[in-house]
């Protein structure tokens, strides 16, 4: 299996900038992809953005151009640059693992806004 672990959150004004992390452990060699998600209260969990183990990127399209997502293999972590943050970025974040097909989550961590 593997584990998941997710820093970086907190309160940021508008406009502002986060960077999360997410450091993978177990067996990694199983990990097809990584990415992070979203809820924001009362939602339902969302995609933001994924990467590859080959390192194809997606993005969700209200992102694009602020956020950017990247992996250090080499710390088995992935890292979420969050620019120009908005209110309706606030949310509980979620790292993500697609481990042979299964997903796996971390606890998450919170990013709020405010003006």
């Known amino acids: 299996q593997v584990q998941l672990v997710e820093s970086g959150g907190g309160l940021v004004q508008t406009g502002g900038s986060l960077r999360l992390s997410c450091a993978a452990s177990g067996s990694i060699s199983g990990i097809n992809a990584l990415g992070w998600y979203r809820q924001a209260p009362g939602k339902q969990r969302d995609l933001v953005a994924t990467?590859?183990?080959?390192?194809?990127?997606n993005y969700v399209d209200s992102v694009k151009g602020r956020f950017t997502i990247s992996r250090d293999n080499a710390k088995n972590t992935v890292y979420l640059q969050m620019n120009s943050l908005k209110p309706e970025d606030t949310a509980l974040y979620y790292c993500?693992?697609?481990?042979?097909?299964?997903?796996?989550w971390g606890q998450g961590t919170q990013v709020t806004e405010y003006l």
């Open positions: 990467i590859t183990s080959g390192g194809t990127i």
């Open positions: 993500n693992a697609d481990w042979y097909g299964y997903d796996t």
